[in-house]
């Protein structure tokens, strides 16, 4: 009994400490989004003698901008005296970023994250990343309510941004509202959780329904791929053996439990004949199972997160409560590894682009769960840090060039999401959303400087070359000498149509499939 006693004392004290050697909002971080910094007012800018980077195509040339959108991009653009010159020679004059997979302001664990839409999209824009999609959680499972709760949620954005839509159950109601959301809302995703037990995660017969929902409507399905009955059975097993620190988290959830979910997804998917997006790949299991069906012909799309890039597990093991709580994410960081085989798997092909699941929680929060691994709030930062680390992982180490650089970053998110050439491109038409980056620049990551309102930084001290130096969003350039001049409310909400590529050739497929049952067969009844 004393001994219980203790140990519940010297947790209560940890906490405490926790509580006041940490405020809840680092203020030092905010003070941008308080002021309303003005951005630059000018609507023609012009961008002289910088590489222009697409996908698939590289050129010296200018680019001239009017009113937010891209005029004119050729070399030796001539302009009058009230254009605003940006010198980009020596530099590269990029799409801005597009970030896949964000949750700001989301509620979850009992309290909401750090970053809402103004502090976590301050950060992205003094990252290079100029639109981000968001997933919404239903209310109550409505569709509609939690849409209009994030349509108020992001009425202060300073940069433009798109939604998925979260499914956590099943009926006539739900099926109503998805194609209400897609055909008047511009949504054309939908989630489905595979983990989560007793929170938000959805059986096999919802996700078979879910997906036939999907196809039909010509939108995207997403899906957590963890084996939530079998996490929750992890999840026990190590509280039984007195494991109730951070590491049990990576645990309780291991690589083969990720590998089974995908490889179920995958398989449920190909039933039904429709695409599919797997979010947040950490493992070599869930890698290999979507590089396996792509092979075959099979239309997944794999995204790992830059965490998962770049990190491993190994933080979750430090003595420090603090250092390993901020590593806990869902999939878990995996041992050294598994971080270098995604890293070829992208360089390959075998997946597709690169997103952040960025999710900040500060220490405050994360320490809720100081007796219990299962109570940690699960989420780290990344949408600042995407667009350095990628280019500093990936392309200063030879693993993929510029262009490939362009195209994981920001135009597949275009072209899988169907907002391109809108988004994701440098061309006449396009928005104005246009990064310089500078290959011989360097930088340095901590929470000190970044943007996010965290008190924490799970890249704390990461120092690599090749640093975005000018961030233009909307034709308004906001971010600019390590100087940020957002306008909270400046953002669009982005509408995003259905049937993407994706679902080319989609209706052929299945008639050939139809055509190849050579059923029903026509018999003779026996007469009685």
Known sequence: MASTFTAQLVSLTLLLLLLFTFPSISKSNDLFCEAGIEATSSSKILIKGGTVVNAYHLEVADVYIEDGIIVAVKPNIEVDDDVEVLDATGKYVMPGGIDPHTHLGLKAFGTEAVDDFVSGQAAALAGGTTMHIDFVKPINGSLTAGLEAYEKKAKKSCMD??????????????????????????????????????????????????????????????????????????QKRMIELGITGPEGHALSRPPLLEGEATSRAIRLAKFVN???????????????????????????????????????????????????????????????????????????????????????????????????????????????????????????????????????????????????????????????????????????????????????????????????????????????NDELKVVPGSGKYIEMPPFSYLFDGIDKEDEKYLSSLQAPVNRFKLST
């Open 161 to 234: 941004y798109g939604f998925h839509m979260v499914i956590t159950k099943w009926d006539e109601v739900i099926s109503e509202e998805m194609e209400i959301v897609v055909k008047e809302k511009g949504i054309n995703s939908f989630k489905f959780f595979m983990a989560y037990k007793e929170y938000q995660m959805i059986n096999d017969e919802i996700l078979l329904e879910g997906f036939k929902r999907c196809k039909s409507l010509g939108a995207l399905a997403m899906v957590h791929a963890e084996n939530g009955d079998a996490v929750f059975e992890g």
């Open 274 to 480: 429709t695409p599919l997006y797997v979010v947040h790949v950490m493992s070599i299991d869930a890698m290999e199972e979507i590089a396996e069906a792509r092979k075959s012909g099979q239309r997944v799309i794999g995204e790992p997160i830059v965490s998962g890039l770049v990190l491993d597990d190994s933080g979750l093991w430090s003595s420090d409560f603090v250092t390993a709580a901020k590593y806990v994410i869902s999939p878990p960081l995996r041992a050294s590894g598994h971080n270098k085989a995604l890293q070829a798997a992208l360089a390959t092909g075998f997946l597709q682009l690169v997103g952040t699941d960025h999710c900040a929680f500060n220490s405050t929060q994360k320490a809720l769960g100081i007796d219990d691994f299962r109570k940690i709030p699960n989420g780290v930062n990344g949408i600042e840090e995407r667009m350095h680390l990628v280019w500093d992982t990936m392309v200063e180490s030879g693993q993929i060039s510029v262009t490939d650089y362009v195209r994981l970053t920001s135009t597949e998110c275009a072209r899988i999401f169907n907002i391109y050439p809108r988004k994701g491109a440098i061309l006449v038409g396009s928005d104005a959303d246009i990064i310089i980056l500078n290959p011989n620049s360097s930088f340095e990551i901590t929470a000190k400087s970044h943007h996010s309102r965290s008190d924490t930084n799970v890249y704390e001290g990461w120092r690599g070359k090749g640093k975005v130096e000018v961030t233009i969003a909307g034709g308004r350039v906001v971010w600019e």
